[in-house]
T-cell receptor, first 114, second 113 residues
Framework: DQQVKQNSPSLSVQEGRISILNCDYT??????FLWYKKYPAEGPTFLIS?????DKNEDGRFTVFLNKSAKHLSLHIVPSQPGDSAVYFC?????????????FGQGTILTVHP | DAGITQSPRHKVTETGTPVTLRCHQT?????MYWYRQDPGHGLRLIHY???????DKGEVSDGYSVSRSKTEDFLLTLESATSSQTSVYFC????????????FGPGTRLTVL
């Protein structure tokens, strides 16, 4: 039972354009969401997060949008750069007594072409 | 750089042998986690720890055990490795539970022949 889903295994974008990565979740107890970026042979690195009390969070070129009614979040990267090419994972946390356990999506491979 | 190291970084072993992976942190974070990454599954939680000697199971804990005798070290043991445990293993740490960011180590690639 996949509680966090990234339905697009891959995304290809031209440099300078917008990249939009999507994530859906089913567990209504999730109240904190994160995006991680992963390069080959490295551990995931934290990008940006959002609490369920917000619907948008920005950090430089990265913006995360949360639609709680649709149980959907998205990561926008503007403008996209070749160095953004990596695997992107969304993750969710149920807060409370979850001890910070994260549930991850399957990942989306982003390729940004020069 | 979150001050997390994992050892070994690569290991090849045979079915039925015991294997221990080590995660070491220099951040004095209370919470530590072990995940495995497999194609099509993202990262899945194996075990986690919320303090010294305090551990619990995650989503895919069968065949794995953990120990945490010091704040800085979290060990993952495969008592009798199987080919299905071939994977990349990541350790993560966080300061608080709940709405806190987890920081990941560089990973250990384990191959069970």
């Amino acid at each position: 039972d996949q509680q966090v889903k990234q339905n697009s295994p891959s995304l290809s974008v031209q440099e300078g354009r917008i990249s939009i990565l999507n994530c859906d979740y089913t567990n209504s107890m999730f109240d904190y969401f994160l995006w991680y970026k992963k390069y080959p042979a490295e551990g995931p690195t934290f990008l940006i997060s959002i609490s369920s009390i917000k619907d948008k969070n920005e950090d430089g070129r990265f913006t995360v949008f949360l639609n709680k009614s649709a149980k959907h979040l998205s990561l926008h990267i503007v403008p996209s750069q070749p160095g953004d090419s990596a695997v992107y994972f969304c993750a969710a946390n149920a807060g409370g007594t979850s001890y910070g356990k994260l549930t991850f999506g399957q990942g989306t491979i982003l390729t940004v072409h020069p | 750089d979150a001050g997390i190291t994992q050892s070994p970084r690569h290991k090849v072993t045979e079915t039925g042998t015991p294997v221990t992976l080590r995660c070491h942190q220099t951040e004095n974070h209370r919470y530590m986690y072990w995940y495995r990454q497999d194609p099509g599954h993202g990262l899945r939680l194996i075990h986690y720890s919320y303090g010294v000697k305090d551990t619990d199971k995650g989503e895919v804990s069968d065949g794995y055990s953990v120990s945490r005798s010091k704040t800085e070290d979290f060990l993952l043991t495969l008592e009798s490795a199987t080919s299905s445990q071939t994977s990349v293993y990541f350790c993560a740490i966080s300061w608080r539970e709940g709405t806190d960011t987890q920081y990941f180590g560089p990973g250990t690639r384990l191959t069970v022949l």
